[in-house]
Protein backbone atom coordinates (compact mmCIF):
# COMPACT_ATOMS: atom_id res chain seq x y z
CA UNK A 1 0.00 0.00 0.00
CA UNK A 2 1.51 3.73 -0.59
CA UNK A 3 -0.68 5.15 2.04
CA UNK A 4 -1.17 8.78 1.54
CA UNK A 5 0.32 10.12 -1.55
CA UNK A 6 -0.09 13.72 -2.50
CA UNK A 7 1.30 15.72 -5.79
CA UNK A 8 2.82 17.99 -6.66
CA UNK A 9 6.26 18.19 -4.07
CA UNK A 10 6.85 21.70 -4.94
CA UNK A 11 5.34 23.94 -6.81
CA UNK A 12 5.81 28.08 -7.14
CA UNK A 13 3.10 30.46 -7.87
CA UNK A 14 2.18 33.62 -9.26
CA UNK A 15 -0.47 35.96 -7.29
CA UNK A 16 -3.78 35.64 -8.77
CA UNK A 17 -2.90 31.77 -9.84
CA UNK A 18 -4.90 28.97 -9.49
CA UNK A 19 -3.90 24.92 -8.35
CA UNK A 20 -5.25 22.19 -7.11
CA UNK A 21 -3.02 20.33 -4.97
CA UNK A 22 -4.29 16.28 -5.11
CA UNK A 23 -4.35 14.03 -2.28
CA UNK A 24 -4.96 9.81 -2.45
CA UNK A 25 -5.30 7.49 -0.18
CA UNK A 26 -5.71 3.29 -1.03
CA UNK A 27 -6.65 2.43 2.73
CA UNK A 28 -10.24 2.93 2.07
CA UNK A 29 -9.98 5.16 4.94
CA UNK A 30 -13.37 7.48 5.32
CA UNK A 31 -11.87 10.45 7.09
CA UNK A 32 -9.63 12.31 4.94
CA UNK A 33 -7.89 15.94 5.89
CA UNK A 34 -5.89 18.76 5.20
CA UNK A 35 -3.49 20.61 7.05
CA UNK A 36 -1.38 23.77 6.35
CA UNK A 37 1.61 24.50 8.46
CA UNK A 38 3.93 27.65 8.32
CA UNK A 39 6.73 28.19 9.45
CA UNK A 40 7.69 27.72 13.17
CA UNK A 41 4.20 26.76 13.50
CA UNK A 42 2.21 23.89 14.53
CA UNK A 43 -0.66 22.75 11.60
CA UNK A 44 -4.00 24.13 11.50
CA UNK A 45 -6.93 22.32 9.78
CA UNK A 46 -8.34 23.85 6.74
CA UNK A 47 -10.62 21.15 5.49
CA UNK A 48 -12.33 17.57 6.28
CA UNK A 49 -14.27 14.98 4.91
CA UNK A 50 -16.28 12.15 6.77
CA UNK A 51 -17.02 10.48 3.56
CA UNK A 52 -17.41 10.93 -0.02
CA UNK A 53 -19.75 13.94 -0.88
CA UNK A 54 -19.39 15.24 2.64
CA UNK A 55 -16.64 18.20 3.30
CA UNK A 56 -16.45 20.43 6.39
CA UNK A 57 -14.30 23.80 6.86
CA UNK A 58 -11.53 23.79 9.95
CA UNK A 59 -9.86 26.19 11.05
CA UNK A 60 -8.36 28.10 8.24
CA UNK A 61 -10.60 27.68 5.21
CA UNK A 62 -10.57 30.86 3.38
CA UNK A 63 -9.02 30.87 0.08
CA UNK A 64 -9.57 27.18 -0.39
CA UNK A 65 -12.02 24.62 -1.58
CA UNK A 66 -12.12 21.15 -1.46
CA UNK A 67 -14.07 18.30 -2.71
CA UNK A 68 -14.79 14.14 -2.19
CA UNK A 69 -16.20 12.63 -4.95
CA UNK A 70 -14.49 9.34 -3.89
CA UNK A 71 -13.63 7.85 -0.85
CA UNK A 72 -9.66 7.74 -2.28
CA UNK A 73 -8.99 11.07 -3.42
CA UNK A 74 -9.85 14.83 -1.39
CA UNK A 75 -8.02 17.64 -3.74
CA UNK A 76 -7.71 20.48 -2.10
CA UNK A 77 -8.32 24.18 -4.65
CA UNK A 78 -6.95 27.21 -4.20
CA UNK A 79 -8.62 29.70 -6.67
CA UNK A 80 -6.89 33.20 -6.38
CA UNK A 81 -3.23 32.51 -4.82
CA UNK A 82 -1.92 35.12 -2.17
CA UNK A 83 1.28 35.17 -0.81
CA UNK A 84 -0.59 34.43 2.78
CA UNK A 85 -0.91 30.88 1.01
CA UNK A 86 2.68 30.20 1.21
CA UNK A 87 3.22 27.03 3.07
CA UNK A 88 3.41 23.41 3.55
CA UNK A 89 0.45 21.75 3.37
CA UNK A 90 -0.29 18.10 4.52
CA UNK A 91 -3.52 15.47 3.78
CA UNK A 92 -4.24 12.93 6.03
CA UNK A 93 -6.26 10.48 6.64
CA UNK A 94 -7.98 8.08 9.10
CA UNK A 95 -10.18 4.69 9.16
CA UNK A 96 -12.96 6.04 12.30
CA UNK A 97 -12.58 9.28 13.98
CA UNK A 98 -10.16 9.21 16.16
CA UNK A 99 -6.36 11.02 16.20
CA UNK A 100 -4.81 8.23 14.31
CA UNK A 101 -3.91 10.00 11.12
CA UNK A 102 -1.93 8.82 8.69
CA UNK A 103 -0.52 11.81 6.60
CA UNK A 104 1.07 12.25 2.90
CA UNK A 105 4.22 13.32 2.58
CA UNK A 106 3.59 17.40 1.89
CA UNK A 107 3.60 19.93 -0.66
CA UNK A 108 5.60 22.76 -0.55
CA UNK A 109 3.97 25.80 -2.00
CA UNK A 110 5.22 29.17 -2.77
CA UNK A 111 3.36 32.09 -3.96
CA UNK A 112 5.82 34.74 -5.38
CA UNK B 1 -10.19 28.07 23.48
CA UNK B 2 -8.83 24.56 22.66
CA UNK B 3 -5.51 25.05 22.93
CA UNK B 4 -2.18 22.84 22.76
CA UNK B 5 1.43 24.65 24.07
CA UNK B 6 4.71 23.46 23.82
CA UNK B 7 7.04 25.87 25.06
CA UNK B 8 10.37 24.54 23.96
CA UNK B 9 11.05 25.08 20.06
CA UNK B 10 14.46 23.26 20.41
CA UNK B 11 15.22 20.71 23.10
CA UNK B 12 19.16 19.49 22.89
CA UNK B 13 20.69 16.57 25.09
CA UNK B 14 23.34 14.21 24.76
CA UNK B 15 23.01 10.55 24.09
CA UNK B 16 22.60 8.49 27.25
CA UNK B 17 20.77 11.58 29.35
CA UNK B 18 17.06 11.46 30.36
CA UNK B 19 14.31 13.72 28.07
CA UNK B 20 10.94 15.47 28.69
CA UNK B 21 9.20 17.16 25.87
CA UNK B 22 6.81 19.23 27.28
CA UNK B 23 3.12 19.84 25.98
CA UNK B 24 0.22 21.21 28.33
CA UNK B 25 -3.16 22.09 26.62
CA UNK B 26 -6.38 23.24 27.37
CA UNK B 27 -9.65 21.59 26.79
CA UNK B 28 -13.11 22.01 28.56
CA UNK B 29 -14.17 18.33 27.98
CA UNK B 30 -12.56 15.18 28.25
CA UNK B 31 -8.82 15.43 26.47
CA UNK B 32 -7.30 12.68 23.86
CA UNK B 33 -4.03 13.74 23.68
CA UNK B 34 -1.22 11.96 21.24
CA UNK B 35 2.29 12.67 20.19
CA UNK B 36 3.36 12.76 16.57
CA UNK B 37 6.98 12.47 15.51
CA UNK B 38 8.87 13.53 12.21
CA UNK B 39 11.93 12.16 11.43
CA UNK B 40 14.25 13.83 9.03
CA UNK B 41 13.02 13.24 5.30
CA UNK B 42 10.04 11.17 6.59
CA UNK B 43 6.52 11.69 7.00
CA UNK B 44 4.67 12.83 10.36
CA UNK B 45 3.34 9.55 11.97
CA UNK B 46 1.91 8.38 15.44
CA UNK B 47 4.18 8.25 18.12
CA UNK B 48 1.59 7.58 21.03
CA UNK B 49 -1.70 8.31 22.61
CA UNK B 50 -2.41 8.36 26.08
CA UNK B 51 -5.52 6.48 25.81
CA UNK B 52 -3.71 3.07 24.63
CA UNK B 53 -0.89 3.88 27.90
CA UNK B 54 1.63 1.95 26.11
CA UNK B 55 5.67 2.74 25.56
CA UNK B 56 6.95 3.35 22.16
CA UNK B 57 10.26 3.39 21.45
CA UNK B 58 10.94 3.97 24.89
CA UNK B 59 8.87 6.88 25.05
CA UNK B 60 5.67 7.42 27.56
CA UNK B 61 3.53 9.76 27.80
CA UNK B 62 1.19 10.42 31.05
CA UNK B 63 -2.03 12.22 31.19
CA UNK B 64 -2.02 14.41 33.99
CA UNK B 65 -5.64 16.52 33.85
CA UNK B 66 -4.48 18.58 37.33
CA UNK B 67 -1.55 19.78 36.11
CA UNK B 68 -3.62 19.84 31.99
CA UNK B 69 -0.11 18.14 30.57
CA UNK B 70 1.21 15.47 28.52
CA UNK B 71 5.14 15.21 28.81
CA UNK B 72 6.32 13.51 26.49
CA UNK B 73 9.35 10.73 28.54
CA UNK B 74 12.67 8.88 27.53
CA UNK B 75 15.08 7.73 30.42
CA UNK B 76 17.58 7.22 27.93
CA UNK B 77 17.88 9.12 24.65
CA UNK B 78 18.95 7.49 21.64
CA UNK B 79 20.82 9.92 18.49
CA UNK B 80 17.99 8.61 16.46
CA UNK B 81 15.28 9.87 18.76
CA UNK B 82 16.55 13.00 16.94
CA UNK B 83 13.02 14.52 15.26
CA UNK B 84 10.10 17.15 15.47
CA UNK B 85 7.49 16.43 18.19
CA UNK B 86 3.91 17.49 18.16
CA UNK B 87 1.57 17.28 20.80
CA UNK B 88 -1.83 17.06 19.05
CA UNK B 89 -4.80 17.25 21.19
CA UNK B 90 -8.43 15.69 19.80
CA UNK B 91 -11.31 17.57 19.88
CA UNK B 92 -15.10 15.73 19.29
CA UNK B 93 -12.51 12.60 18.12
CA UNK B 94 -12.23 13.80 14.55
CA UNK B 95 -10.13 16.98 14.60
CA UNK B 96 -6.67 17.48 15.90
CA UNK B 97 -5.30 20.63 17.16
CA UNK B 98 -1.73 20.78 17.09
CA UNK B 99 0.79 22.22 19.10
CA UNK B 100 3.86 24.17 17.90
CA UNK B 101 6.46 21.57 17.74
CA UNK B 102 9.79 20.77 19.45
CA UNK B 103 12.93 19.90 17.54
CA UNK B 104 14.90 17.32 19.71
CA UNK B 105 18.60 16.96 19.10
CA UNK B 106 20.23 14.21 20.63
CA UNK B 107 24.00 14.40 20.64
CA UNK B 108 26.68 11.66 20.49
Known amino acids: NAGVTQTPKFRILKIGQSMTLQCTQD?????MYWYRQDPGMGLKLIYY???????DKGEVPNGYNVSRSTTEDFPLRLELAAPSQTSVYFC???????????FGPGTRLTVL | AQRVTQPEKLLSVFKGAPVELKCNYS??????LFWYVQYSRQRLQLLLR??SRESIKGFTADLNKGETSFHLKKPFAQEEDSAMYYC??????????FGTGTRLQVFP
Open chain 1, 92 to 102: ASSYIASGTQF
Open chain 1, 27 to 31: MNHNY
Open chain 1, 49 to 55: SVGAGIT
Open chain 2, 27 to 32: YSGSPE
Open chain 2, 50 to 51: HI
Open chain 2, 88 to 97: ALSKNTDKLI
